[in-house]
């Protein structure tokens, strides 16, 4: 990871606040200097609200005794006193958002860090809004943890600290009357943090929700209104909204109550103190001025105390979204233990009695394949919808690892190569075409292909014949395409996705219902290039359109997770089979 320290290996971590709290704080350690300096303006800011209340024993002293000197030092004191405390706020302030702000950055690195390396089970199971809310809006909540809260945390409970010491300082006696209160404070702050995490783990599951909701809405937009969908997902939206508002008025309400009920238990102690003062007895020999600024002393933490109870919200918030930040850092990397690279492979491909099933799927999605593709040579999966194609051609760059069985390319089983190392000698193209919103050029030359020269991108999007439509654009290879593609059909994002897979020149070809999006000119250019780019090459081609893969050198009908029949394509239509019945189907329909 590139911030913050590793995560502790996979599993759950504890519940316990302190566990997280830890954990936290550990990303803390590389801005120790700054925190330090955070602490250093807490301490002074507590220093001055302290000695604000001490002053005032020689307000009193300058009221009684007003002489030119004791109004210079009462001036001057008043100034330096708020002087001092100013320079506190500014270095506990800044200092702490320093901190809390790298914190956050190298949070939300290690979390996309960690995504990028999280095998494809995961994205499976987790919604893609849901992971865009973690980065966001959960990382936004350990912010408020790592920075208002703990400012407050330490300004104002240093500052009740400083209050305390002077008051057990002047009287001990009268202290120990206001402290009475204290357990039923921590009584009233126990019950609202145990509350404020509950709720705020809702909340953090309802902004996934919402998250969720509006990004396949926008994303879907066309579908929506083309079928009538706008009610539908503004109730579905409606919805997840509404229960997000629920939760968040009852974290406050929360809020809203446990404060004015501290703040009158501070009360009652201050009423209870100035009772007890009275006495002569518990008064002792102490001047007006000494009780004057012990009662300023006891009435000046009423604030500090409701603000580090009211922060409680904001920590368990934090709390909770650290805690579901680190079970996404927890989680397993895929397997990569190989550690056999090569810069190219001739291309051999091995299949022996593979099997594979989903993680929560009893049945397996394939079962006991056997093929072999000499290197350069062309195979092509057929088969109904749900046969096991796709599942098949995935297990080769590893998307997913098969359960039974063995895989070799070269002689080498995938777990010995490196997965950078496997993946380098694969090209893949699939029906569901993926763009980025940036160039042309920058989508045909992406990721590892970025170095390449203009010419030679220029030269695989001439093979893709995605040159008659680029060189109409009005900044040809330097066009935005916008989301995803928007600017371009169907046919021309396909021939894009081919021309990335003709850029790589990888010794492996996986073309995933390449053609599916072309119209019939398009295919058959495509079809010229496609048979110029596999000469030896390995391709392994799942073909819907029967018409396109009728060179192919071995043909393998697929159903239900079996191999029924192989060979090429006349030895097939002769054999009168399964092959010959799509075939006849799709023949029929095209008449």
């Not at 600024?293 to 105390?305: D, Y």
């Not at 997965?419 to 919103?437: D, E, G, K, P």
């Not at 239900?560 to 329909?589: C, K, P, T, W």
Request: proline fraction near 3%; charge should be neutral; hydrophobic fraction near 45%.
């Amino acid at each position: 990871m590139s911030s913050g320290p590793e995560s502790e290996g996979p599993g759950k971590i504890p519940e316990g606040s302190w566990h997280t709290y830890k954990r936290l704080l550990r990303y803390v350690k590389p801005f120790w200097i700054a925190f330090t300096l955070a602490i250093i303006g807490n301490v002074i800011y507590a220093a001055a609200s302290t000695g604000m209340a001490a002053a005032m024993e020689y307000v009193i002293k300058a009221i009684e005794n007003p002489t030119d000197q004791n109004r210079l030092i009462l001036t001057l004191l008043i100034v330096g006193v708020f002087a001092f405390r100013g320079l506190g706020t500014f270095m506990s302030q800044y200092f702490i958002s320093y901190v809390g702000r790298n914190v956050i950055n190298a949070l939300r690195t290690d979390v996309f860090d960690r995504m990028l390396t999280l095998p494809s089970r995961y994205f499976d199971d987790n919604a893609a809004g849901r992971l865009v809310s973690k980065l966001t809006f959960n990382v936004e909540q350990v912010a408020e943890a790592a920075t208002d809260a703990i400012t407050i945390t330490f300004r104002e409970g240093l500052t009740i600290v400083g209050l305390l010491g002077y008051m057990l300082y002047t009287n001990w006696k009268l202290t120990l009357v206001f402290l009475a209160v204290g357990p039923l404070i921590g009584a009233v702050v126990s019950y609202a943090s145990k509350r404020f995490r509950k709720i705020s783990k809702r909340i953090q599951g309802s902004m996934g929700d919402i998250t969720h909701v509006a990004s396949e809405s926008i994303s879907g937009y066309r579908v929506v209104r083309t079928f009538g969908g706008e009610d539908f997902e503004r109730k579905r939206f409606q919805k997840v909204s509404e229960s997000n508002l629920k939760q968040s008025l009852k974290m406050s309400s929360t809020q809203a109550i446990s404060v004015p009920v501290i703040q009158v238990l501070v009360a009652i102690a201050i009423a209870a103190l100035v009772w007890t003062m009275l006495s002569p007895t518990i008064r002792g020999e102490m001047s007006t001025g000494q009780l004057v600024a012990f009662i300023t002393a006891a009435t000046t933490m009423a604030k500090p105390i409701r603000q580090v109870t009211s922060v409680h919200s904001k920590i368990q918030k934090g709390l909770a979204a650290a805690y579901d930040v680190f079970e996404t850092l927890d989680e397993r990397s895929e397997l990569d233990f190989g550690i056999f690279a090569p810069q190219r492979v001739k291309g051999d491909i091995e299949f022996r009695d593979v099997g594979f099933s989903y993680r929560d799927q009893l049945d397996n999605v394939l079962n006991n394949i056997s093929l072999t593709v000499p290197a350069g040579q062309s195979v092509a999966l057929v088969g109904r919808s749900g046969s096991g194609k796709s599942t098949l051609v995935s297990l080769l760059p590893r998307f997913y690892d098969y359960t039974d069985g063995e895989i070799r390319i070269d002689g080498h089983l995938l777990e010995d190569f490196t997965l950078q190392a496997l993946r380098a000698q694969i090209a893949l193209v699939t029906q569901s075409v993926v763009l980025f919103n940036d160039t042309i050029a920058a989508n045909i030359a992406y990721g590892a292909l970025r170095d390449c020269s203009p010419e030679a991108i220029r030269d695989a999007a001439d093979k893709a014949h995605a040159l008659e439509f680029i060189d109409r654009m009005p900044e040809g290879l330097n066009t935005m395409i916008g989301d995803n593609g928007v600017m371009l059909s169907g046919g021309q994002r396909q021939r894009l996705a081919i021309a990335r897979a003709l850029l790589k020149d990888a010794p492996i070809l996986i073309l995933d219902e390449a053609t599916s999006a072309l119209d019939t000119e398009s295919e058959r250019y495509i079809q010229n290039a496609m048979e110029t780019v596999m000469k030896g090459r390995t391709t392994l081609v799942i073909a819907h359109r029967l018409s396109t893969i009728e060179n192919a050198d071995c043909i393998l009908v697929m159903d239900n997770g079996r191999i029924v029949e192989s060979g090429r394509h006349q030895e097939l239509l002769d054999q009168g089979g399964a092959y010959a019945q799509l075939h006849q189907m799709q023949f029929s329909e095209h008449a």
